[in-house]
């Protein structure tokens, strides 16, 4: 197994929040909502219903915010 150093790991961070920053600049509507469910589903594999994800502690809203995210993108044009 490689040893990593942290310069590799600090250039795979800087790579990841580039990405993460990129897909925040494309949500042109409820993005903060819709980026905090996006955690959610990749931190809560347990989860079961949007109810629960709205309570993963990536999700720092509250559970109506799940539906009204989800609701203006996929009914805005």
Sequence with gaps: MKN???EQ???KV???QHV???IYRSMKRA????FNLTDALLSES???SLAEL???PSFERKWPSVYEALGV???SK
């Design 20 to 22: 993460r920053r990129e």
């Design 31 to 34: 993005g903060d909502a819709l």
């Design 46 to 48: 347990q989860a079961k």
């Design 14 to 16: 800087a790579v990841w």
């Design 73 to 75: 993108t996929l009914w």
């Design 9 to 11: 790991v600090d250039e």
């Design 54 to 56: 709205s309570l993963s």
């Design 4 to 6: 990593i150093t942290s």
